[in-house]
């Protein structure tokens, strides 16, 4: 018998207002249901919300890639066309 094995996904949400409470974030619950019908393995999920910081962005998608062992990183949002827009591609 196959058993499937678990997948670790990080998700990471980039928004200066859901992270501060302003509004809900609907970026990771949005990204964690489309995942949970598109992949057929058992998923983790390695979860964050976080401001527009360039420094932050960096340090947390190098956490999840070195220190979480994430073979897949997904982020959303960002502020958008403008100069406070450091989410990376």
Not at 12 to 23: C, E, L, P, Q
Not at 33 to 50: G, M, S, T
Not at 62 to 78: F, H, M, N, R, V
Request: hydrophobic fraction near 40%; include cysteine; charged fraction near 20%.
């Amino acid at each position: 018998m196959d058993t499937l094995s678990l997948l670790k996904i990080g998700l990471v949400s980039i928004s200066d207002r859901a992270s501060t409470g302003v509004y809900t974030d609907q970026g990771l619950p949005e990204l964690k249901k489309w995942l949970q019908r598109a992949v057929l393995n058992p998923l983790e999920f390695v979860e964050h919300l976080i401001p527009d910081e360039q420094p932050l962005i960096e340090s947390i998608l190098t956490q999840l890639a070195d220190e979480d062992a994430c073979p897949l990183i997904l982020t959303t949002g960002g502020t958008g066309p403008y100069l406070r827009d450091v989410t990376p591609e």
